[in-house]
C-alpha cells in the first residue's frame, strides 16, 4: 500500500476515533457534574450483552439502518429530509391496513403491503420535494409540518380503521395473517433471540443505495447536482426533476422503516407503534457520512447504547436519558472531527505540494550518445 493510501486511510479511521473519545470524555465530565459513579455507567455501558440483548441490538439497528439510509438519499442531493419520522408513520399505516385486509394470499400479500408502503412514502415526501422544486420551498420547513400532519391523519384514520379489543384501550389495525409475516431468523433456543427477516431485505436496499448513487448516471448526476447545483444546471442536469426524484427515492425508502417491526414482532399498527425513528435516522446518516457501511456502524452503535441504557437505573441508579446524551454528543464530536481532519489533510497536502515545489529537479542522466559526442 502506498504512502498516499495510508494517509488517506488513517486520517479516515482517526475522524471517527478522535469523535469517539472527545464523546467519552464529554459525557464523563457531566456525569461528575451531576454526580454520577463514572466508572459504574461506562462498565454497565459497555459490558458484553447477552443474547437476548444481541437481538434487540441487532433488530433495532435494522430500523435505525433503513432510516440512515433515507436520510442520506436526501444529504447526497444536498436536502434535509426531516419528514422521515412522518413518512414512515403513513406508509406504516397503510401497509398494515393493506395487510391486515389480505387481499391477496400469502406472501403476495407481504409484496403488496410492502409496495404500497414505500409508495406512501414516496408520495408524502414528494410533496415537499414538489414544493422546493416549483416554489422554492425550503424542505426543512415542509418536512417539519408535513410530519405533524402526518402525526394528526395517522390518529385520524386509525380510529376508523381500528379493530377495538374488549378490554383494552390501545387501538390497532388488523393483525396480519400468519402467512403473510416474514419469519425471523433464530439465533437461539431462549425466548427473544429471533431476528427480523427484514434484515436480508434491509441488506439489499443498502446495496441498492450504494449501487445506484456510485455505478448509475442517476446516481453521478445526483451527486453532481448535490455538490453544485449551478455546475449541474451548466452541464445540462434538470436540478428540478432530480429535486423531485430525490425526495420520492428518499420517501420510498422512509416507507420501509416501519416494516421490519410490522412484519416481525407488531403485526398490526397500532397506538404503542415504535415512535421517533426518522429522526435517529438524521443522526445516523451523519456520523455515517451518507455510506451505507458507515451508516451500518452508526445505526448499530447507536442500537447498542439504546440496548446498554436499560439497566442503568435499576443497576447503577442513574438515568438511561445519559445515554440519549452520549448520542447527541457524538454527532456533535463527528461533524466537528471530520471538518478538523479535513483540514489537517488539506494542511498536509499543501506542505507536500510546497515540498515539490521547491525542491530541485533531479539530474538527467546523460545518454551514451552525448558522452561520444563530449
Do not use: C
Request: proline share 5%; hydrophobic share 50%; glycine share 10%.
Amino acid at each position: 500500500m502506498s504512502q498516499e493510501r495510508l494517509l488517506r486511510l488513517g486520517l479516515a479511521i482517526s475522524a471517527p476515533l478522535l469523535a469517539l473519545v472527545a464523546a467519552f470524555a464529554i459525557t464523563s465530565l457531566v456525569l461528575i457534574a451531576a454526580g454520577d459513579p463514572v466508572g459504574e455507567v461506562w462498565s454497565t455501558i459497555l459490558s458484553v450483552p447477552a443474547s437476548r440483548n444481541f437481538a434487540n441490538i441487532v433488530n433495532n439497528a435494522t430500523v435505525l439502518y433503513l432510516s440512515g439510509i433515507a436520510v442520506a438519499v436526501g444529504f447526497r442531493m444536498n436536502l434535509f429530509n426531516i419528514g422521515v419520522d412522518g413518512q414512515y408513520r403513513v406508509a406504516a399505516f397503510i401497509a398494515a391496513v393493506v395487510a391486515g385486509e389480505a387481499w391477496l394470499p400469502g406472501h403476495l400479500n407481504t409484496v403488496l403491503a410492502i409496495a404500497a408502503a414505500m409508495l406512501a412514502g414516496a408520495m408524502w415526501a414528494g410533496i415537499a420535494g414538489l414544493l422546493r422544486a416549483t416554489r422554492g420551498v425550503s424542505e426543512v420547513i415542509s418536512t417539519i409540518m408535513l410530519n405533524f400532519i402526518a402525526t394528526g391523519l395517522v390518529a385520524y384514520f386509525l380510529r376508523k380503521a381500528a379493530v377495538r379489543t374488549p378490554g383494552s384501550n390501545t387501538l390497532a389495525t388488523k393483525e396480519i395473517p400468519e402467512g403473510s409475516r416474514i419469519p425471523n431468523i433464530s439465533i437461539g433456543d431462549g425466548p427473544g433471540q429471533d431476528l427480523y427477516g427484514f434484515l436480508v431485505i434491509a441488506a439489499v436496499v443498502g446495496f441498492a443505495y450504494w449501487f445506484l448513487l456510485n455505478r448509475t448516471r442517476f446516481g453521478f448526476d445526483l451527486r453532481a447536482t448535490g455538490q453544485s447545483g449551478t455546475a449541474a444546471v451548466a452541464s445540462g442536469i434538470n436540478v428540478r426533476r432530480m429535486t423531485i426524484a430525490a425526495m420520492l427515492i428518499s420517501g420510498a425508502v422512509a416507507g420501509l422503516v416501519g416494516m421490519p417491526i410490522l412484519f416481525g414482532s407488531a403485526y398490526s399498527y397500532g397506538s404503542t407503534f415504535q415512535s421517533g425513528l426518522g429522526f435517529a435516522g438524521i443522526a445516523i446518516a451523519l456520523l455515517g457520512r451518507n455510506n451505507p457501511i458507515g451508516i451500518a456502524v452508526g445505526a448499530l452503535l447507536f442500537a447498542y447504547l439504546n440496548e446498554q441504557s436499560n439497566p442503568l437505573q435499576i443497576l447503577v441508579g442513574v438515568s438511561p436519558d445519559i445515554v440519549a446524551i452520549t448520542q447527541g454528543t457524538i454527532v456533535l464530536t463527528v461533524v466537528i472531527s471530520y471538518e478538523v481532519v479535513r483540514r489537517f489533510g488539506i494542511r498536509l497536502e499543501q506542505q507536500a505540494v510546497a515540498r515539490a515545489l521547491t525542491e530541485p529537479p533531479p539530474a538527467r542522466p546523460s545518454s551514451p550518445n552525448e558522452e561520444v559526442s563530449a
